[in-house]
């Protein structure tokens, strides 16, 4: 059964008269890392909300067409009775933590859920060493780092034992540093659990790297939808919808205008450097060995 599934779908927020998504047909197996790539007002943040029910149970707009969540349509199905299935992760996460300690954020939701208490105890525990934050139990939210904020925001999705992962833009308040090591963990958490992953990203060189499949949006509508090699191999494209191409991409394209006629795609520095090599080994089109 797939995560999600999106037909013809279209949703307008209330009191606008611009669509904010235009005919998407969407797909997410379990067990991918699914990346929506696309600028600010690209549809993402949406589609999030679409696959978690918020939209239309809690923001209210023009729907049409249809989305299910593990074969359950989200219209006739509560942001509550979903939220089992599908955990979400907001860009700001101090708009999710309001507890006093780290383990009352975690426990938060199973406890809403009137989940037995050691249960929920042995939730809290999973959770937070899954993101590396064991014992920060008793640790006030508001002395965390960004990093940890988003950590401990991940962990309390974590305990309602979803069964799909949906972050928007979760590390855009970080450092480089910091960007690697959070997606690092999500690839990580999706390979120790065999959950989906929805992630909404503006950054390209993350989206390539992390991401079993991006589908990349403008506008409310999907330009492409496939591998990170196939959808990120035009830089002239990602530029013209506002995104900074990958510096793998732009070597790419370079390269093959210098050895006309040949065409490549490099996802690496690995890959790059092993083409560079058998050019200059060849000694074709007057690479100087």
């Known amino acids: 059964m797939r995560a999600l599934q999106m037909r013809n779908v279209c949703f307008t927020y209330e009191g606008s008269e611009k669509p904010a998504l235009s005919g998407i047909d969407l797909d997410v197996e379990q067990g991918e890392f699914v990346t929506l790539l696309g600028r600010n007002g690209s549809g993402k943040s949406t589609i999030c909300m679409l696959a978690n029910g918020l939209i239309p149970h809690a923001i209210p707009g023009k729907l049409d067409g249809r989305t299910e969540v593990f074969g359950l349509s989200i219209v006739d199905h509560s942001v509550a009775s979903l939220s ?5 992760v907001f860009q700001e996460p101090e708009s999710q933590l309001f507890c006093m300690s780290v ?44 990093g940890e904020k988003q950590r401990v925001a991940i962990a309390a999705a974590l305990s309602m034992r979803p069964s799909m992962l949906i972050l928007d833009e979760p590390a855009y308040a970080l450092d480089p540093a910091g960007r690697v090591d959070m997606y690092s963990m999500l690839r990580s958490l999706k390979d120790k659990l065999g959950m989906a992953v929805l992630l909404a990203e503006r950054d390209a060189e ?57 065409s490549f795609s490099f996802l690496t520095v690995e890959e790059a450097e092993a083409a560079i090599v058998r050019e200059v080994l060849s000694g074709k089109d007057g690479v100087r060995r």
Do not use: Y
């Open 84 to 88: 089992t299935m599908v955990g979400i």
């Open 103 to 146: 383990e009352e954020e975690v426990a938060f939701g199973p406890e809403n859920l009137a989940v037995p208490k050691e249960e929920i105890a042995e939730r809290v525990e999973w959770a937070l060493s899954l993101v590396g934050m064991k014992g920060s139990n008793s640790r006030s939210p508001a002395t965390l780092s960004g």
């Open 206 to 262: 993350d989206a390539a790297e992390f991401s079993n499949r991006i589908v990349l949006m403008d506008q409310g509508r999907v330009l492409r939808n496939g591998p990170p090699r196939e959808v990120l191999s035009d830089p002239d494209l990602l530029e013209r919808i506002g995104l900074e191409p990958t510096q793998l991409g732009e070597l790419s394209s370079l390269l093959g205008e210098r050895l006309s006629g040949r």
